[in-house]
């Protein structure tokens, strides 16, 4: 079975201002879903109309950072923060709801400035495992699913809590674990996709070290990757969050070529479609 592709709004189109366009733009390129970081600034029924127009699916959002002025990125595992991190994760459940998204990726948050890890991990810890109980129960009122990021600290944030795959295998089976294909903490990306697959409820791409297209110079096997989900059953959707190296159309390519490898039309249809 071909895979399915999401386009991830806070990275493709940079060249739209307004998530709604963006998303009528993904749907002119042929994606059949959409994902987003917290939309800041878009009303729910801005988004699910653009959405329902475009015959698009919201497949992902995730819930608000906190305090970006205080660098905040999450809150999820912040000590202290437990009353803030809930009241975002109501919201961020009310607007899912609204726009028709099931998945909510729960963001960790930073170890503290001027906090040395190791002295916080186990003050964080207890705080993450409180919330991600508090998130469990929540979401499984809602029928909607909570998803885990492990977020590299040698490139993309040094400060993130959850860095990797083995820290963020949670016990309750209501969280899955989302991945975006990283290379650079863990190496060994085939033997780990295997691994955790039973636990993967989403996967993200990019080319590393640059965070460009996939077809851009770089360490990973796209093709060969993309054969690899489709030889282990995956059939969650592959969002696409890298920065375009130009205009977001050109560089879809890749994805063109794909469609066009499996014999599928524009848009990932099967040929026989009509």
Not at 157 to 174: A, E, I, V
Not at 201 to 213: D, F, K, L, S, T
Not at 224 to 244: K, N
Not at 248 to 258: A, I, K, Q, V
Request: net charge neutral.
């Amino acid at each position: 079975m071909a895979l399915r592709f999401s386009a991830n709004l806070s990275w493709l189109f940079p060249e739209l201002p307004a998530l709604p366009a963006r998303l009528e733009a993904a749907a002119a390129a042929g994606f059949g879903a959409v994902e987003a970081a917290w939309p800041a600034g878009c009303p729910a029924q801005e988004l699910r109309a653009a959405a329902e127009r475009a015959r698009v699916q919201i497949a992902l959002l995730n819930t608000p950072p906190g305090d970006p002025e205080a660098g905040e990125l999450g809150l999820a595992a912040v000590p202290g923060r437990q009353a803030a991190f809930r009241q975002g994760l109501e919201a961020a459940v009310h607007y899912a709801r609204a726009v028709g998204c099931r998945r909510i990726h729960v963001m960790s948050g930073r170890v503290p400035l001027g906090t040395d890890r190791a002295a916080v991990a186990g003050e964080m810890e207890t705080t993450f495992i409180e919330n991600l109980k508090y998130t469990a129960d929540l979401l499984s009122q809602e029928d909607m699913i909570g998803l885990l990021e492990p977020i590299n600290s040698r490139i993309t944030d040094p400060r993130y809590y959850l860095n990797t795959p083995h820290q963020g295998k949670p016990d309750n089976k209501s969280l899955l674990q989302r991945r975006r294909i990283s290379k650079i903490m863990d190496g060994n990306l085939s033997r780990n996709l295997e691994t955790y697959f039973p636990l993967i409820g989403h996967i993200q791409i990019a080319q590393v070290p640059g965070r460009h297209e996939p077809d851009s110079p770089g360490e990973l096997n796209f093709p060969y990757i993309f054969e690899l989900l489709e030889s282990l059953g995956y059939t969650g959707y592959v969002g696409c969050e890298y920065a375009p190296k130009g205009d977001t159309l050109e560089g879809l390519g890749w994805l063109r070529s794909y469609w066009e490898s499996r014999g599928l039309q524009h848009g990932g249809t099967s040929k026989a479609a009509k």
